[in-house]
């Protein structure tokens, strides 16, 4: 069995654009890697996700400024906390307590491009 001319240039000329697809979709995801890397300098940030083990929610304040909610049994989204030394990071629970909520604090120094986890309560 022969194969024609055609059909190995057809072959070919494939192969090689599946080949500059990939090479296209690898540097692309570099990039977005590479342009987290750069925002985390340029903007000077680190990154904290809350782990809320318990079956109550808690709100989450960063230096006196609520940042969001965090549902019970359930992990924040990763939030975004300026470069700094002595961060404040204060929870308080909503609901589901007897006579007073449950209220944890936390000092720490966060380095920019770091990425933390808090675990609550």
């Known amino acids: 069995m022969f194969i024609k001319k055609s059909d190995c240039f057809l072959t070919i000329l494939i192969s090689i654009a599946i080949a500059l697809f990939s090479c296209n979709q690898i540097g692309q995801n570099n990039e ?6 750069r925002d985390c300098e340029n903007f000077k940030y680190g990154t904290i996700v809350v782990i809320n083990s318990s079956k109550n929610p808690y ?5 006196n400024q609520k940042a969001c909610r965090i549902e019970a049994k359930s992990n924040s989204q990763p939030i975004n906390i300026s470069e700094g030394n002595g961060r404040s990071l204060y929870v308080e629970q909503i609901s589901g307590y007897i006579f007073t909520p449950t209220k944890r ?3 720490f120094n966060v380095v920019r491009c770091s990425e933390y986890t808090w675990n609550i309560p």
């Open 32 to 37: 977005e890697g590479n342009k987290k890397i």
């Open 59 to 63: 709100d989450f304040y960063i230096d």
């Open 105 to 107: 604090r936390s000092v």
